[in-house]
Structures are given as structure tokens and as C-alpha cells.
């Protein structure tokens, strides 16, 4: 049996875990797995002779948790300079009733999808549909 630890910057929650554990003990040949949201990082026990470490890593990067988080940045573009489909920035105001406070304000349009990167978030099926 294999023991290894990898860092799994995505997985921030406890439902990340719960996913990251299905995907894993799907696999054949693992036998054992150790998550932490707090820690994000998962330590997964497996027999090498029925997986490769390779095949592990690829099943949790196409499920989106290795790697950093995808996650917009404001760019110094003007609003009205930038394509729409580049269109991100966040619009200050300081109000009259409160005083020298600044707020920020986001316009962000649904698209059928999550409105923050998580992995493992799709609509909810039920177990009829599968």
C-alpha cells in the first residue's frame, strides 16, 4: 500500500470533502482517504498495483481540485473600454447618510452556473435521473 498527500487548494468546505472522498473511492485500488477543508489537503492510501499516483492526480484535476482557484480580478481597463465578455470591475460611491463609508457594488449575471468557483457544484439530480 501507497500512502501519498496532496495539497487541494479548492477543497474549502466540508461538502468539498464529502465530493472529493466519492471521487477518490470510486477509483479501484483506493483503500483509504484522509481529507481536511481546513487544511486542504487529502491523504489518500491506495495498492499501486491497481492505480498509478498519475491516475489519481488527473481524476482530481478534471474535478477542478488541484490548482489555484480560478477567481476574476478587477484589471485596470476602463468599463467602458473593455469587451463585454472581459467586462469585470466594481463600481465606489461614498453615500450622503454615511458619511466617508465607501461601498462596493458587483453586477454579476447569472449564467446557469455557480456564481463562485466550486468544484463539484452542478444542478442537483435526482438518483432517477442517474
Known sequence: MTVITLELPAMYGDHHVVEVRR?????KGVEEVYASSGFHAAEIAFDDK????ED???KLEA???IGGLSIPE???IPANESKPSELFYRHTEAYAQTSRVVSFGQSVG???RALWPCPGMSPITSMAEE
Not at 23 to 27: D, K, R, S, Y
Not at 50 to 53: L, T
Request: hydrophobic residues 50%; negative net charge; aromatic residues 14%.
Open 23 to 27: 471521487i477518490l473511492f470510486e477509483l
Open 50 to 53: 491497481a492505480i498509478r499516483e
Open 56 to 58: 489519481i492526480v488527473a
Open 63 to 65: 474535478a477542478g481540485y
Open 74 to 76: 478587477e484589471t485596470e
Open 110 to 112: 447569472y449564467e446557469g
